[in-house]
């Protein structure tokens, strides 16, 4: 059974994924009308996804540990961006946000010693680092390739397998 501290804490954490998740949907819908970019668009989309996955892992095991997961209210998130850059840099800065909301989590299991929840939330502690350390990646290459059109094609034609490379 979850204490209502663990509860609280883990339907913040819930609502967090599905902001994530409506957040890179706004990037992918974004970069979706820029022209030649087809496989960031790919990536923000599968993103999006991913973090749709995260809330409902979260969801299922408040639920089946007695609690009650809440669907939360969303606000809008951020439509439009200047550059493909400035997407990334926003990208990373929302994983860091995200990364702490996790730790928050995890402060919380041990002083309820809660060792379950605490067990359970390893794996996103170790996805965390993983998504932490794609993001970086993806904004390393996008300042080595500054406002170098080709460089542009060739991100592109990357990201699909950087992003693979790093999740294996
Ligand atoms: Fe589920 Fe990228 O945080």
């Known amino acids: 059974m979850l204490s209502k501290k663990m509860q609280k804490q883990l339907n913040e954490q819930i609502k967090i994924e599905a902001e994530s998740s409506q957040v890179y949907l706004a990037m992918a819908s974004w970069a979706e009308i820029q022209p030649g970019i087809d496989n960031v668009t790919a990536f923000f989309y599968q993103h999006s996804e991913e973090e749709r996955q995260?809330?409902?892992?979260?969801?299922?095991?408040?639920?089946?540990?007695?609690?009650?997961?809440?669907?939360?209210?969303?606000?809008?998130?951020?439509?439009?961006?200047?550059?493909?850059?400035?997407?990334?840099?926003?990208?990373?800065?929302?994983?860091?946000?995200?990364?702490?909301?996790?730790?928050?989590?995890?402060?919380?299991?041990?002083?309820?010693?809660?060792?379950?929840?605490?067990?359970?939330l390893q794996w996103y502690v170790a996805e965390q680092i993983e998504e932490e350390a794609l993001a970086r990646t993806m904004n390393d290459k996008l300042e080595l390739i500054g406002d170098d059109k080709s460089g542009m094609y060739l991100f592109d034609k990357d990201i699909l397998t950087i992003s693979i490379d790093i999740e294996q």
């Open 54 to 120: 995260h809330m409902l892992k979260l969801i299922h095991f408040v639920n089946e540990r007695g609690g009650f997961a809440t669907v939360p209210a969303l606000p809008q998130p951020q439509l439009t961006f200047p550059s493909i850059k400035h997407a990334f840099a926003a990208l990373l800065k929302h994983e860091e946000f995200v990364s702490e909301s996790i730790n928050k989590c995890i402060e919380v299991s041990l002083e309820e010693k809660d060792y379950a929840t605490n067990n359970f």
